[in-house]
């Protein structure tokens, strides 16, 4: 069962019943499946009412499992099927009325078989400027600062890849610490170029005839993708001498 957000107290008592957990402990439940999944981007979702998680009275997000549940299923919508949020969320909601729906197909059709538009970039991944700032609760100042040194950057359509809210948070966050924009640039050059050499190995593959084929391009994509970051961090423990958790 998928959880419809509702008032009252036997809401409550179903959901303590269930446990509640804390929005790190939904974050290491969903990696599994969704390695690449954010704190900022599970706040995203919620702050765009794709889940509604209970708050305690100090005002932290505790989720129930059909919480989690309802994460996992815009998770993959997005990423299988490139949906808008708006549409995930009337699918959802129509699931929850226990109709029978079936997700939309989108791209082109080609001898009456879809073929996805992979490489034209998924809708459900965009967010507007405005619910970029809210998100990563940042100003107009800091935004236009962070985009002069190349640390974000609008799409062709002026919507920005919804990854840029962990973007925004993480250089946030490090400006805590003393570490300013200008002082990021050498990362930002560092993934440009880590970005290239993926894209080295899976360009033959875009560029294939076979429809299929330059499907698998985006699934080696993410493969290396999530390997680069992996070995980066690891280079970076290493010449720390730190150990993450």
Do not use: C
């Amino acid at each position: 069962m998928l959880h419809t957000p509702s008032g009252g107290a036997g809401h409550g008592t179903a959901a303590a019943d269930s446990g509640l957990m804390s929005i790190g402990t939904v974050l290491n439940v969903l990696r599994d499946e969704f390695p690449e999944v954010t704190i900022s981007k599970i706040r995203f979702l919620e702050s765009e009412g794709l889940i509604e998680p209970q708050r305690t009275p100090s005002g932290y997000r505790k989720f129930t499992a059909d919480d989690v549940e309802r994460l996992g299923h815009v998770l993959r919508m997005q990423r299988d099927h490139y949906l808008p949020l708006k549409v995930i969320r009337d699918h959802l909601d129509a699931m929850e009325r226990g109709e029978a729906v079936q997700l939309p197909v989108l791209g082109r059709q080609r001898d009456g078989e879809a073929v996805p538009d992979v490489f034209e970039g998924p809708t459900a991944a965009r967010i507007g400027r405005a619910e970029l700032l809210a998100a990563a609760e940042i100003g107009e100042e800091e935004l236009h600062e962070w985009e002069s040194y190349g640390l974000l950057a609008p799409l062709p359509d002026g919507a920005y890849d919804a990854e840029a809210v962990t973007v925004a948070s993480l250089v946030a966050e490090l400006g805590r610490f003393g570490i300013e924009p200008r002082h990021l640039r050498v990362m930002k050059a560092a993934a440009d170029r880590e970005a290239g050499l993926v894209d080295q190995v899976v360009a033959p593959l875009k560029r294939h005839r076979n429809p299929q084929t330059r499907v698998h391009a985006e699934a080696r994509a993410k493969e290396l993708a999530g390997l680069t970051v992996k070995l980066h961090a690891a280079l970076v423990q290493i010449a720390l001498g730190v150990r993450l958790p």
